[in-house]
């Protein structure tokens, strides 16, 4: 019997078909998160009691900047003036979706676990700036996009939100589930002249 806490990304096909490629060290990796929850919270966060309670759940601060994001035992992306994705462990996502509904069930707020709905990929080495421009309009240049920066934009005709985790680089691209074999195929298919490998978490 499956275990019902294991998260398949459904692109195990893929992941067989570039399997050991390419052979060189690569100057890109791309790592398939699917160890990872996702929850959509949204929230006024002129609310002083709905910002406090979100915060006390989380044991860290929740992003008001425009295109920012907050690290602790989860990353917390800024998406709009009053939305932001929670990314966590995966065996962890149900039990903070449960508590941030409880803590901020006196507030106007929106709680839901949309991990079904998508996957988190991180691409890393010194040619991902260069790939990710082959179908990106985002400056993604150091002095513009530095560390800590997040945004949603367009890669490949898919919608994506990007956010700079290291100066590595290492970039966690979030996608819809319906739309990750394509951009996988895509990023192949961009990375191939500098060499990037497959692989998953």
């Keep these: 019997m499956s275990d019902p806490m294991t998260r398949h990304h459904g692109l195990e096909p893929f992941l067989g078909e570039v399997a050991g490629e390419p052979a060189a ?15 959509n919270l949204r929230g006024n966060p002129a609310n002083a009691d709905f910002v406090a309670a979100v915060e006390e759940v989380f044991g860290q601060s929740l992003p008001v900047t425009p295109n920012t994001a907050s690290v602790g035992t989860h990353r917390v992306f800024w998406l709009g003036p009053d939305d932001w994705l929670v990314v966590t462990a995966a065996e962890q996502a149900a039990i903070v979706t449960g508590r941030l509904q409880a803590a901020t069930s006196e507030s106007h707020a ?4 949309i991990s079904g709905g998508q996957i988190a990929m991180l691409l890393e080495g010194s040619a991902a700036r260069s790939i990710l421009a082959k179908g990106c309009t985002l400056d993604l240049h150091a002095s513009v996009f530095p560390v800590g920066a997040c945004a949603q934009s367009g890669l490949a005709k898919a919608n994506v939100l990007l956010g700079l985790l290291d100066d590595a680089p290492t970039f966690m691209i979030v996608v819809r589930r319906s739309f990750s074999d394509y951009l996988c195929r895509w990023l192949a298919n961009a990375g191939g002249d500098a060499g990037i490998r497959f692989s998953e978490a």
């Design 110 to 113: 929106s709680v839901n676990d």
């Design 25 to 39: 060290d690569p100057a890109a990796r791309l790592t398939i998160r699917g160890d990872l929850g996702h929850i």
